[in-house]
């Protein structure tokens, strides 16, 4: 099992996804979500390679639900988990947090 190493944008990012689940909806949907996110990431420690590869790049996307995405590098030593996003957010900010979060 693959060690799983947060940036600090991911958890950021992470954090807002959280604070808007609990304003729109209630701390249920909140634990749900976590809970899936959990269970993702166990996933991914067992089989790194799950999710293909985000645009032709180094950076792969794993749906954690129809809307929201975990983007991650594999390494040979861990896997670094990039962004928590909302997909319905605009992808030019998405492409921004990617290139800042992997060069951390």
Do not use: C
């Amino acid at each position: 099992m693959k060690e799983v190493q947060w940036t600090e944008i991911a958890r950021r990012t992470l954090q807002e996804t959280s604070d808007f689940i609990l304003e729109q909806w209630s701390s249920d949907v909140n634990k749900e979500f976590i809970e899936q996110l959990d269970y993702r990431i166990g996933q991914l420690q067992n089989n790194p390679e799950l999710a293909p590869a985000f645009e032709d790049s180094h950076i792969r996307r794993l749906i954690i639900h129809k809307t929201v995405s975990l983007f991650y590098v594999n390494t040979t030593q861990f896997i670094k988990i990039l962004v928590i996003w909302d997909n319905r957010q605009d992808a030019y900010k998405l492409l921004k947090k990617l290139s800042d979060a992997n060069r951390s």
